[in-house]
């Protein structure tokens, strides 16, 4: 098959994704709200949510999404202020997440990725990703703007390529992508997670310096979602990926056949919890496959 084919089919695929009925009865929020001083959590309406902060020298903004999401973002900035908009941040390289960049180049900001992200895009770019204009490396990077420090920190590997973590301890604030879906049971079929990799950087997202974070996804009510998750909702996100690891392998030990395994696996108590009837055995098939053929997403260290 052709890459322009390639393109195309994976076009219509995240279409058909975006337009399907939502497990939520509620409508995605569109919202911009102050989470703390300078600090705001934007949602556009499209089960995606961004942040960004605004200082003296400028504005830094965290998960462009897509060039429509970005668009409405920014005019929710010009609603707060005029200063400029310098950073636009992508946590990933996952072009749901990565996409959009171009519309906030276009009004003079620098795009920014860890170069993992950055190598995949210039590999398999997609028709709304652009070239990111920083790339960094390592485990750590700081950027200044307007007093405040913008800790960058990428976890290795866990979700993803590149996939970064931004603090800001002055504001007592983080952004995180994907890792934590507050009262969500994991994604469809945890697609890109490297599940013991996304345990290990669980814990060590909870000794990180921040008090609340804005989360790429929500399940949290549509009043208490704008606020933002906290650390108790990533210990929250680590305990069920441990209990359902554990429910397996009780199935296991109860001589439960593996092809029974996962609608045999119970829950109980994320029986609340968004995604819960669709989504739970498919969680339990990818702890599986990962238990049998080894964990992947993979790549070499340095």
């Known amino acids: 098959m052709k890459l322009t084919n390639l393109k195309a089919l994976a076009t219509a695929s995240v279409v058909a994704l975006s337009v399907a009925a939502p497990l939520h009865a509620e409508t995605p929020l569109e919202y911009t709200n102050e989470i703390a001083p300078g600090v705001y959590s934007f949602g556009g309406g499209n089960g995606y949510h961004s942040m960004f902060l605004v200082t003296d020298d400028g504005v830094a903004v965290f998960e462009t999404i897509n060039s429509a999401h970005g668009e409405k973002m920014i005019e929710a900035i010009r609603e707060i202020t005029e200063q400029p ?40 770019p997609g028709q709304d990703t652009s070239t990111p204009d920083i790339v960094w490396d390592g485990n750590r990077h700081d950027i200044e703007i307007g007093g405040a420090t913008v800790q960058l920190h990428y976890l290795g590997l866990n979700h993803g390529l590149g996939m970064t973590v931004f603090v800001i301890p002055e504001k007592r604030v983080a952004y995180i992508a994907d890792l934590v879906t507050p009262d969500r049971v994991g994604f469809n079929i945890m697609p890109d997670f490297n599940i013991g990799e996304w345990e290990r950087s669980l814990g060590e997202i909870l000794e990180l310096d921040f008090d609340v974070a804005v989360c790429s996804h929500t399940a949290l009510p549509a009043e208490e979602a704008p606020n933002g998750c906290t650390k108790t909702h990533v210990e929250e996100e680590r305990q069920f990926l441990l209990d359902l690891r554990g429910a397996i392998f009780a199935e296991f030990q109860k001589g439960t056949p593996s092809e029974q395994i996962p609608t045999s696996v119970s829950l109980p108590q994320y029986a609340e919890w968004e995604g819960y009837d669709d989504w739970l055995a498919m969680n339990a098939w990818r702890v599986m496959l990962d238990i049998w053929m080894g964990p992947y997403p993979w790549v070499p260290e340095g």
Do not use: P
Not at 103 to 124: K, R
């Open 85 to 124: 908009i310098e950073y636009a941040m992508h946590s990933h390289n996952h072009w749901d997440h990565a996409s959009g960049g171009g519309v906030f180049q276009a009004v003079g900001a620098e795009t920014v990725a860890h170069t993992l992200a950055a190598q995949y895009l210039a590999a398999v």
